[in-house]
């Protein structure tokens, strides 16, 4: 099923232009780095990308800026991210706009992205007042033994286009009330809601007396993003994107003894147990395998059925699969809007031709939409394939919404299935069986860094730690304790005995 028209390129140029001039943006338009839209696939704009002397300058302004912010109280750094959430809420609309157009996301989904930023952001302003360390006891009579957190220093936010202005919110609210300064170089296909939020954050700075160089912007592609990576004034690279990408970051922050925290890849499951309430099943499993067109990195990728409950379950899929409305963002009853370009298109029938000559069968979808209407976007009916085994493209994770379906035995087996792929994202298990769902969260179930019971794997709240392990790079950002990540520990002693004692009973002079 297809929603109605597509809006024009100059449609979605001009509602460009006029949320960017409400936020208060001023776009200085080039030749170097286009503004398109996955919503038609056509060229928007042109903008400037930063030049290497550019970076250099943001650099050096993000390190003084540090010098100064890291002597700030915590509750005063709060400020600014206050600030930055009151204008997030005044924005929400705005954003989300320019969040569709650029990024092709659905409304809802939009809104729900500026939501997730406003949100990160009360966290951060609560966490200010929260920078705990601890006292440890001292072997030694009349000493203290602490440990304690400090600012880190520059703070080099690389992100994906896929949720292009919520992960840097978890980056960098966080990073600000922790006493570091960032500098974000934002996917080169999202450029305009970089440059909102951007200014958004500069605005909130100058209205809370932070100094405006707490956070930089440095549009471009890969050049730039590697002077960041290379650059030892960089103290943490947070590094959104392909598990391709994090292989090339990793191993260069690592040479210069830099930090990094690496969110990438995700190829993710869910176990549907014999015990399972079907119809709460069918909804998750839809919205985590169709959801923004399959392009999140919590995208069920894997369905593993209990062979008693597969031919109902798939059944039941497969028609909500033939009705679910593909189409323009902007229209409300789209469910699936564009892929973010035909090289995801192209992606995903590659994948698609694979698993078929290894004798998968498509049970549902895999058409594309709207060719005539814009030929140079790529919208596609979500694919649901059956496949007997775990073959290698299987095992990879395509950025699309392919949704392969396996069938299984026992619990063990499923766990074996699920846990045998490279990546280790989120994960989930429909159940009603408490024991199963134990086993399953349990260090012998999921080897995941999310683990959910009774709902699929896209949807994590800000307040728990995100991330995964394996290949999707073992980092973690937004909620719980992961703001250690933007912080260095130190350990201190204090002797106010008198006398000198030395640890584990040395003696000397």
Request: charged share 20%; with cysteine.
């Amino acid at each position: 099923m297809t929603s109605t028209a597509l809006p024009t390129t100059d449609d979605l140029r001009a509602l460009a232009r006029a949320r960017l001039r409400t936020i208060g943006v001023r776009v200085t338009e080039g030749e170097d780095l286009p503004a398109r839209t996955p919503v038609t696939g056509e060229h928007l704009f042109g903008l400037r990308a930063a030049t290497e002397d550019d970076v250099e300058e943001a650099l050096a302004a993000a390190r003084a800026a540090f010098l100064t912010w890291r002597t700030t109280p915590a509750p005063r750094r709060g400020d600014v991210v206050r600030r930055l959430g009151e204008l997030l809420r005044e924005h929400k609309g705005d954003l989300a706009d320019l969040v569709t157009v650029e990024a092709g996301k659905i409304r809802s989904e939009a809104l729900g992205e500026v939501q997730e930023m406003i949100d990160i952001c009360d966290f951060a302003v609560g966490l200010s007042r929260q920078l705990y360390g601890r006292t440890i006891a001292s072997e030694r009579p009349g000493h203290r033994l602490a440990e304690t957190w400090h600012p880190l220093g520059v703070v080099g936010v690389i992100s994906a286009f896929n949720f292009p202005v919520a992960v840097w919110s978890w980056n960098t609210a966080v990073a600000l009330v922790c006493g570091d300064t960032v500098v974000w170089k934002p996917s080169e296909l999202t450029p305009l809601t970089a440059l909102a939020c951007h200014h958004l954050l500069a605005r909130a700075a100058e209205e809370t007396g932070a100094p405006g160089d707490v956070h930089r912007l440095l549009l471009g592609g890969r050049a730039v993003g590697e002077l960041l990576v290379d650059d030892p004034r960089v103290a943490l690279v947070s590094a959104t994107g392909s598990t391709r990408m994090g292989r090339a970051v990793g191993p260069r922050v690592a040479a210069r003894f830099g930090r990094s925290l690496l969110e990438l890849g995700g190829n993710n499951a869910a176990i549907v147990a014999p015990s399972a309430d079907l119809d709460l099943a069918v909804q998750s499993i839809v919205f985590a395998a169709a959801g923004t067109a399959g392009q999140r990195c919590t995208t069920l990728r894997r369905l593993i059925v209990h062979r008693d409950v597969a031919d109902a379950l798939v059944e039941r899929l497969t028609a909500v699969y033939g009705r679910l409305p593909v189409g323009s963002p902007f229209d409300g009853t789209t469910l699936v809007g564009p892929l973010i370009s035909t090289a995801a298109l192209d992606a995903l029938h590659a994948a698609l031709d694979r698993v078929l000559a290894e004798g998968g069968k498509v049970l549902a979808g895999g058409n594309r939409r709207l060719a005539e209407e814009a030929p140079a976007a790529a919208y596609t009916e979500p694919v649901l394939v059956r496949v007997d085994r775990q073959t290698d493209v299987v095992r990879e994770e395509t950025f699309a919404p392919i949704l392969y379906v396996l069938t299984y035995d026992t619990l063990d087996e499923a766990i074996a299935l699920h846990n045998d792929v490279p990546q280790g994202l989120s994960s989930s298990i429909f159940t009603q069986d408490q024991r199963e769902a134990e086993i399953f969260l349990s260090a012998a179930g999921s080897d995941c860094g999310i683990a959910n019971v009774n709902i699929g794997t896209s949807g994590a709240e800000i307040g728990g730690a995100f991330g995964g392990e394996k290949d999707t790079g073992g980092g973690r950002e937004s909620g719980s304790d992961a703001w250690k990540a933007y912080m260095r520990a130190a350990t201190t002693t204090v002797n106010y005995s008198g006398t000198l004692t030395l640890a584990q009973g040395v003696s000397f002079l």
